[in-house]
């Protein structure tokens, strides 16, 4: 069993920036990899990013792809940084844990609660 809690969210203009953070519970944080999931209002969840268990490879949605940056530690947290932010990046930010490398949700055996991150124009 693996619980995650997310921090980091907030208000912020167009062009700043914030970084979020997914601390998890247990020992296990290593068997897995991490991705990181978003949800618009009206909107389905959609994938953000996934960094592998080793913290080796990733991947981004075409969306955000040079201006987030998913990393990890050894102590239980994964972050994505997000940089140049803009209106439409407007969204709940889940964070999941699964056994693969995966941009599917369904593939993700673990969730966070969500933290609001809210861009303004």
């Known amino acids: 069993q693996v619980q995650l809690v997310e921090s980091g969210g907030g208000l912020v203009q167009a062009g700043g920036s914030l970084r979020l953070s997914c601390a998890a519970s247990g020992r296990t944080f290593s068997r897995y990899c991490m991705g990181w999931f978003r949800q618009a209002p009206g909107k389905e969840r959609e994938f953000v990013a996934v960094?592998?268990?080793?913290?080796?490879?990733t991947d981004y949605a075409d969306s955000v792809k040079g201006r987030f940056t998913i990393s990890r530690n050894s102590a239980n947290t994964v972050y994505l940084q997000m940089n140049s932010l803009k209106p439409e990046d407007t969204a709940v930010y889940y964070c999941?844990?699964?056994?693969?490398?995966?941009?599917?949700?369904?593939?993700?055996?673990?969730w966070g609660q969500g933290t609001q991150v809210t861009v303004s124009s």
């Open positions: 960094i592998s268990k080793s913290g080796g490879s």
């Open positions: 999941a844990a699964g056994p693969a490398v995966s941009d599917n949700s369904h593939f993700y055996n673990y």
